[in-house]
Every structure is written in C-alpha cells, then in structure tokens.
C-alpha cells in the first residue's frame, strides 16, 4: 500500500490515499468491482483454512466445499438482507429506486456495496446447518474450523471499502489519516478539502488479522475449545472490536436509543458468544468424540474406486515363466493332422 505524504507531517508518512479506481471495465457492459474480488478472495481462503483444519480434524478432504455450496449463498443473500433493513432510508422512499435492479441504487445492487457481516453470521449459520445435516458433519465442529478462516475473509473483504472510498471515521490529523477525495458522494459536507479521515478499514483490517493469529494459537494450545467454543470466543473477539470500529464511523446508519445499530448487532454478538461459551462448557466438558454426527462417518475410506493396499486389488499381467523341458520326455501336444486342421 503506498502512502502520501502530507505538508503538515514533513518528512513523516502522513496520509493514506484512496484508490483512484474502484473497477475495470473488461468488456462492454461487463465491469469487475474490486470491493467483489476482495470478497471471493476472502471467500476461498477461508475454504482453504477450513478445510485444511477439517482434514486434521478427520473429516473427508474437501466436504467443506459440499457444506459451503449452501452456506455462502445464504450468507451473502442475509448480509444483504440486515444491511438493507439497517440502512431503510437508502433504498425506500419517494424517488429511490428501490426495486430496478438496472438502474443504480436498488435493493438487489449488490455490487454497488452495501453487505453487513452480522446478517452474513445468520444466513450463513442456516447454510452451514443444512450442509452440516446434508454431509454429516457436526455443526460446532465446523464452526469451530471456520472461526480463524472467517476473520481471515472478513480482513480480506475490508479492503473492498477502501476501494469504494467508504465506511470511514471521524476527521483526524492523526499521520494514518485516510484521504478522500471533496467531490465523493459520501465526503462530509462543511468540511475543507483535504481533511483526513480515521481509516476504520485498516483498524478493522489489522484487529481481525491478529484474531485469526490468536485462534490458531488458541486452537493449538487449547485443545479443549471444541464443541463450539473457538467460535464463540471468535463472535465476542470479533464484536468486540466492531464496537469501537462503529463507535467512530461517520456513514449514515439507524440509531436505536442512541446507538447506531451495528452498535447493538456487535453488543448482541458478545452476548451470544458468552452464552455459548458457557452453555456448551457445561453441557460438553470433555473433547468431541468425531467431526462427524452419531451414526455418520467417512464416505470416502469404503469407495471402491481407492485402493486399499489389497494384495486382490491387483492382477498379475507379467509373461508367465516358461518350463524347460527334460531332455526324452514326451510330448504333451501333438501337431494336427491335415484332416484334423481341415475341420
């Protein structure tokens, strides 16, 4: 990331710029947000992470694929659903375009930004559910393998809002100070050109990215965190640090008793943690006897297209070794006569 430097800092990195682009247009009418690939790539390296923790868990390589085939829609169809119904007065109302998804500004623009990971946590909980049921595998046991994964994609899914130059905090001189640009939709009125901004991307970015050290460590040394519990202690981190992230974001958002609302969805994510991680503490005090549900195991270790390092799985296609012949015996074919051979 480059850094500018500002004429008050002289000497010292004092500002952060915004990127100049947001997209590329690859194609006529075929444009690619930057904001979507930092949330695929977030996306596939926290299957890799899953899966990887999965493995070492017992579960079949790669059932984290068949899992998330319901998890990933669904959690990107609630993120869009909260951040909708937490941001009513962008999208409904006299001349918004609420519904017209070729025109900017409706409800299904996705694209244009506008996803809330606390209703990703819910659609997603539901998909991960139903893959759960589907492919065996126990829910907390997934849960807790996707816990350091999930921070991972959402400090990867942050520098989106930096490309869309938005989401950011209150004016500071502090010299992290993000920039952006006067004539940007967003930009505050009343404030002079070239005031800089708390980069609450990069705080959010740089607090989930060591969460994720802290759980793998945690999921290392702790081997009594199962059942639920590495994803509980993920929820309350996580919340915990959106608390003072939202705290100073200056972006319109709905206030509830005098909280924004994310505010609330982040004390509300404490809470949950809290009571998971009692609940299960007191209803699982030893370790998860398989990543799989009771009755359920392993498809892939009876399928008969792996070998087992069975002798019977193999045929023999060397040239049989020929006899020798002691010398006087008889022999044991005879060649055809020419009545025989004329049959």
Not at 204 to 230: D, M
Not at 259 to 267: D, E, K, T
Request: net charge negative.
């Amino acid at each position: 990331m480059s850094l500018a430097l500002h004429s008050t800092f002289t000497g010292v990195l004092a500002s952060i710029p915004s990127p100049p682009v947001a997209y590329i247009d690859v194609w006529p009418g075929l444009r690619i947000h930057f904001y979507a690939l930092c949330i695929i790539a977030g996306i596939i390296a926290a299957v890799l992470l899953t899966n990887h923790r999965l493995t070492r868990r017992g579960a079949e390589p790669w059932v984290v694929i068949d899992i998330s085939i319901l998890a990933v829609p669904l959690a990107i169809i609630g993120a869009r659903i909260f951040h909708v119904l937490t941001h009513p007065n962008f999208y409904f109302g006299e001349g918004k375009n609420t519904w017209n998804p070729f025109e900017p500004g409706s409800v299904w623009a996705i694209w244009e930004g506008g996803i809330a990971i606390f209703g990703a946590l819910i659609g997603g909980a539901v998909g991960a559910y139903l893959g759960c049921r589907w492919t065996g595998i126990r829910f907390w046991t997934f849960a807790d393998a996707l816990a350091p994964g999930l921070l991972l994609a959402q400090a990867m899914g942050r520098f989106g809002n930096w490309f869309n130059k938005e989401l950011y905090g209150l004016p500071t001189d502090l010299p992290w100070g993000l920039e952006i640009p006067s004539d940007n939709s967003a930009f505050p009125p009343g404030l002079p050109e070239g005031t800089l901004f708390h980069p609450t991307f990069l705080y959010e970015v740089l607090w989930n990215g060591l969460g994720v050290i802290v759980l793998l460590w945690l999921s290392r040394k702790a081997t009594s965190l199962q059942w639920g519990r590495l994803f509980a202690i993920y929820l309350i981190w996580y919340s915990a640090g959106r608390v003072v992230w939202e705290s100073i974001r200056i972006d319109p958002s709905e206030i509830i008793l005098g909280l924004r609302s994310n505010v609330w969805a982040s004390i509300i994510g404490i809470v949950v943690g809290l009571v998971i991680l009692v609940v299960q503490t007191r209803r699982h005090p030893g370790l998860e006897p398989s990543p799989y549900q009771p009755g359920r195991g392993r498809t892939d270790l009876d399928a008969d297209v792996e070998s087992q390092n069975n002798p019977s799985d193999f045929v023999d296609l060397s040239e049989p070794p020929s006899e020798e012949v002691a010398a006087g015996a008889s022999a044991t074919s005879t060649a055809p006569t020419d009545t025989e051979s004329s049959r």
